[in-house]
T-cell receptor
Framework: DTAVSQTPKYLVTQMGNDKSIKCEQNLGHDTMYWYKQDSKKFLKIMFSYNNKELIINETVPNRFSPKSPDKAHLNLHINSLELGDSAVYFC??????????????FGQGTRLTVV | KNQVEQSPQSLIILEGKNCTLQCNYTVSPFSNLRWYKQDTGRGPVSLTIMTFSENTKSNGRYTATLDADTKQSSLHITASQLSDSASYICVVSEAGGGNKLTFGTGTQLKVEL
């Protein structure tokens, strides 16, 4: 059983398109996250959701919008895709908000390529 | 600005050998430090989490150390295996609530026969 699953694994699309990446966790966790990993392998948080409430939005362009239909899902919708959006996007979840001493479980990543 | 720096950037070792990866951070106030292993094409997987009061923590052949005074951590891998080939990422959490994690850029380890 995959704890945190993302779809699709690969996504190639043209500039200006709108796309969504889906994420589901079956761990019963309260908080979910989206991270972006750039070409230099640097992971940076984009959003975190706790009980359907957006907690952090780290200066991400408003073209990116997280959508959480329920506690187990946090989808990432991107409007008007740009070349610079090309990266690997990781979904993650944790038991509680704050990650003080709790594990964060990551999905396998979605490699987005904008052409 | 909170930063996490790792060294070396990449490392190649022979199977069966030991190696040590380094992590220096400036994150403050400090909450905890984690080491993650990221296989190619996969998401990061947690190896260890250490709080301020912990100096060392082991997970099988992985042993992490933490010196909160000098803000340094190391990850020691014993008797390396081919499957240890991956990127090892040091992540430091800022105290005060919220998901304030600062990621290092990782050390790319390759274990060869």
């Amino acid at each position: 059983d995959t704890a945190v699953s993302q779809t699709p694994k690969y996504l190639v699309t043209q500039m200006g398109n709108d796309k969504s990446i889906k994420c589901e966790q079956n761990l019963g966790h309260d908080t979910m996250y989206w991270y972006k990993q750039d070409s230099k392998k640097f992971l940076k948080i984009m959003f975190s959701y706790n009980n359907k409430e957006l907690i952090i939005n780290e200066t991400v362009p408003n073209r990116f919008s997280p959508k959480s239909p329920d506690k187990a899902h946090l989808n990432l919708h991107i409007n008007s895709l740009e070349l610079g959006d090309s990266a690997v996007y990781f979904c993650a979840s944790s038991q509680d908000y704050g990650l003080q001493n709790t594990e964060a479980f990551f999905g396998q990543g979605t490699r987005l390529t904008v052409v | 600005k909170n930063q996490v720096e790792q060294s070396p950037q990449s490392l190649i070792i022979l199977e069966g050998k030991n190696c040590t990866l380094q992590c220096n951070y400036t994150v403050s106030p400090f909450s905890n430090l984690r080491w993650y292993k990221q296989d190619t094409g996969r998401g990061p997987v947690s190896l260890t989490i250490m709080t301020f009061s912990e100096n060392t923590k082991s997970n099988g052949r992985y042993t992490a150390t933490l010196d909160a005074d000098t803000k340094q951590s190391s990850l020691h891998i014993t008797a390396s295996q081919l499957s240890d080939s991956a990127s090892y990422i040091c992540v430091v959490s800022e105290a005060g609530g919220g998901n304030k994690l600062t990621f290092g850029t990782g050390t790319q380890l390759k274990v060869e026969l």
